[in-house]
T-cell receptor
Framework: DAGVIQSPRHEVTEMGQEVTLRCKPISGHDYLFWYRQTMMRGLELLIYFNNNVPIDDSGMPEDRFSAKMPNASFSTLKIQPSEPRDSAVYFC??????????????FGPGTRLTVL | QKEVEQDPGPLSVPEGAIVSLNCTYSNSAFQYFMWYRQYSRKGPELLMYTYSSGNKEDGRFTAQVDKSSKYISLFIRDSQPSDSATYLCAMNSGGYQKVTFGTGTKLQVIP
């Protein structure tokens, strides 16, 4: 398996522009997570889906952020309009509810977003 | 106050040293405790997990959990330059609840 795929790997945009980040989870995984990582705040959970349904979006910082999962193999995180404080690395992760009680998440390589 | 606290480091040690990485937490409902390793410009990868209190060993790595103190540790014996990475503790309350991550400790092992 190719693992979790994210695109683009790098994004530089200007303040006010719309940004769309994309994620393809590992086939067969039924949970998908979006995280944001910064030096100051570490890894923050933004939203997660189970079987394409959003379960918890309490980490989404503002209405400028939205996420969708139209099918089991694709999700997007959109920021509109973008602001400089949105600059961070955004990770997508997926997992499979197996027999283990712990939640091993498989992370993508991340999208490094810079908003000028 | 954050649910999970972790010293960000950086921590710099000579090759062969024993490394101790630690996290404290406040949520007594946490039952599963994990350590993720993140190399530069990569996503985190699960290194080890422990259920409830106790120790778990895997090669040069040992994870310890003390629920009474709400304190977890990761020990690395005979540290190698390839261990240089950021180590994030993570925990959840089981039942497939969301995972809460620490901010990570950056470790550098000097040859």
């Amino acid at each position: 398996d190719a693992g979790v795929i994210q695109s683009p790997r790098h994004e530089v945009t200007e303040m006010g522009q719309e940004v769309t980040l994309r994620c393809k989870p590992i086939s067969g995984h039924d949970y998908l997570f979006w995280y944001r990582q910064t030096m100051m705040r570490g890894l923050e959970l933004l939203i997660y889906f189970n079987n394409n349904v959003p379960i918890d979006d309490s980490g989404m910082p503002e209405d400028r952020f939205s996420a969708k999962m139209p099918n089991a193999s694709f999700s997007t995180l959109k920021i509109q309009p973008s602001e400089p404080r949105d600059s961070a690395v955004y990770f997508c992760a997926s997992s499979n509810r197996g027999l283990a009680g712990y939640n091993e998440q498989f992370f993508g390589p991340g999208t490094r977003l810079t908003v000028l | 106050q954050k649910e999970v606290e972790q010293d960000p480091g950086p921590l710099s040690v000579p090759e062969g040293a024993i490394v101790s990485l630690n996290c404290t937490y406040s949520n007594s409902a946490f039952q599963y405790f994990m350590w993720y390793r993140q190399y530069s410009r990569k996503g985190p990868e699960l290194l080890m997990y422990t259920y409830s209190s106790g120790n778990k060993e895997d090669g040069r790595f040992t994870a310890q959990v003390d629920k009474s103190s709400k304190y977890i540790s990761l020990f690395i014996r005979d540290s190698q330059p390839s261990d240089s990475a950021t180590y994030l503790c993570a925990m959840n309350s089981g039942g497939y609840q969301k995972v809460t991550f620490g901010t990570g400790t950056k470790l550098q092992v000097i040859p």
